[in-house]
């Protein structure tokens, strides 16, 4: 009889990440009041809401840059609570900004290759020679090819368009492995065609990966998210699809007086 263990063939859960009564305090002022958020593994799941409703906020104490008042947040079933940043990054759970966190004066192909230096495990070795990273080239270029940059490979990062250097930042997430994706507002303050171009490539690499992410855009939201949790004062108003929230007399009452685009019918957002 052998000895040999055999992987488990048991189903891997569908909620990949699980808050409860999640709660930050400040000072008094509660900008997240019992959030109990669950994200199916697989999905494009948006974080939507009001000015103010604690979207980033949320999203900081997932990524462990905030640490919550109370409550727990759990990972692949584990507790990353108390978990410092950096390790839930190596678990797979990694970010992008709002504001487009690339090095302008590096080219493009430079950028990818530092987020790949992680892999060989020097990352902070700045003494060594840049010829050591060469063996990263092939990575870095197949993954500039997967959000569709390999002809700015030698470009300084800093000539480019905003909306491609939101591709990069992208592909620097990539290069870090990640299983769940957050992306903080990916379309803020593009034009059409890039917004386009943006979802897109989301609904590309979300291919094998969870993702979350905070937008403000309807339309992206309408066009790619499988699931939408509306935030408002810091608590969960409504989710579910977007023809089910957006119809909700709740989420109309919260937006009113916002952009009048922001609770059109999904029709009308994806127009």
Not at 27 to 47: E, M, P, S, T
Not at 93 to 99: L, N
Request: charged share 20%.
């Amino acid at each position: 009889m052998s000895n040999e263990i055999k992987p488990s063939t048991a189903p891997a859960s569908t909620t990949i990440l699980e808050t409860t009564n999640l709660v930050k305090e400040f000072r008094g002022f509660v900008a997240v009041n019992g959030v109990n958020l669950k994200v199916r593994r697989g999905d494009i799941h948006a974080l939507i809401g009001p000015n103010g409703a604690g979207k980033t906020t949320c999203f900081n104490l997932l990524t462990k840059f905030l640490t919550p008042s109370s409550g727990t947040i759990r990972f692949n079933g584990q507790d990353i609570t108390h978990e410092p940043p950096q390790k839930i990054a190596r678990m797979g759970v990694v970010r992008s900004f709002q504001i487009s966190a690339v090095f302008p004066h590096l080219t493009v192909l430079e950028n990818v290759r530092i987020a790949l230096q992680r892999k060989l495990g020097t990352s902070f070795h700045f003494w060594k020679s840049e010829r050591t990273l060469d063996q990263l080239n092939g990575q870095a270029m197949a993954l500039l090819e997967s959000v569709g940059l390999e002809r700015y490979a030698a470009m300084v990062t800093v000539e480019m368009p905003y909306g491609r250097k939101r591709a990069l930042e992208i592909a620097t997430t990539l290069a870090l492995d990640p299983e769940l994706m957050l992306l903080d507002e990916p379309t803020q303050g593009m034009g059409h065609e890039d917004v386009d171009r943006v979802m897109e490539l989301i609904k590309k690499v979300s291919a094998n990966r969870t993702i979350l992410m905070v937008e403000h855009n309807m339309k992206v939201v309408s066009g790619i998210c499988d699931a939408i949790t509306v935030l408002a004062r810091g608590s969960i108003l409504a989710e579910g699809d977007y023809a089910r929230v957006s119809g909700d007399p709740a989420v109309i009452e919260a937006y009113m007086g916002s952009d009048a685009t922001e609770l059109a019918s999904p029709v009308e957002a994806a127009a």
